[in-house]
């Protein structure tokens, strides 16, 4: 009697060929993969810092509007929070919310612009949120953080980009028409937060992202 080293068979299609790898459950693009992780690590070391530090270091890196109208306001964080705000979140709800948002939306521009481009835009969005929150109420002391002006504007290349594909209806207003509607119901949300006590919502910023990212897929370096 022989013992031979038998090899498993491999998977194979109804033709004889090798049956073709399944996609994974989660096809996540790995720059949107790693930024989703980054924000929620940043949340995770907020929460186990001591309350004091929390405060201290929440307070810094988020976009506070009066620091660049206040006379010697500004500082150092006046440079670095119209970026860092982007990352930090004010719950889980918030955090949730968001990752979920950054999931379909930042996917969808790193599929269609590729990693660089996506990334940009982001950033621009972001930067294009937080000023237009400045322009609005230049002198508040409020902090502003969240990722939400920057997820409103890929929110719009998306589907600026779907249309212009035919793959979603333009209508007459094309995107003007969603537009209106996203800035209406940011505006709506943030005056039902504040009726109801659960804090201030940044509608501006999601305005001024969610226009900024048409402006910016209307430039021929976003285009192509």
């Not at 039902?192 to 509608?203: E, L, Y």
Request: a positive charge; charged letters at 10%; hydrophobic letters at 55%.
């Amino acid at each position: 009697m022989t013992v031979t080293p038998f090899r498993r068979p491999e998977n194979r299609d109804p033709k004889g060929g090798p049956s073709p790898k399944h996609p994974p459950m989660f096809n996540i693009p790995p720059v949107t993969m790693y930024a989703l992780g980054l924000i929620v690590a940043v949340y995770v070391i907020f929460m186990v810092m001591p309350e004091p530090m929390q405060n201290r270091w929440g307070y810094d890196l988020a976009f506070v509007a009066a620091r660049y109208t206040t006379p010697g306001g500004m500082n150092e964080w006046a440079i670095i929070s119209p970026i860092t705000h982007l990352f930090l979140h004010g719950g889980w709800l918030h955090l949730a919310m968001n990752g979920m948002m950054f999931l379909a939306f930042a996917s969808a521009a790193e599929r269609m612009l590729g990693a660089k481009k996506g990334i940009l835009l982001f950033f621009l969005c972001g930067l294009a949120g937080a000023a237009t929150q400045f322009a609005l109420n230049p002198v508040s002391p409020i902090p502003m953080i969240g990722a939400s002006g920057a997820l409103s504007g890929l929110f719009a290349a998306v589907i600026l980009r779907l249309q212009e594909a035919g793959q979603m209806p333009a209508g007459k207003l094309g995107i003007w028409g969603i537009a209106a509607f996203w800035i209406g119901l940011s505006f709506f949300t943030a005056w039902i937060g504040g009726a109801i006590g659960i804090g201030d919502v940044a509608w501006a910023a999601h305005a001024g992202g969610f226009l900024a990212g048409i402006g910016l897929m209307k430039m021929n370096y976003f285009k192509y």
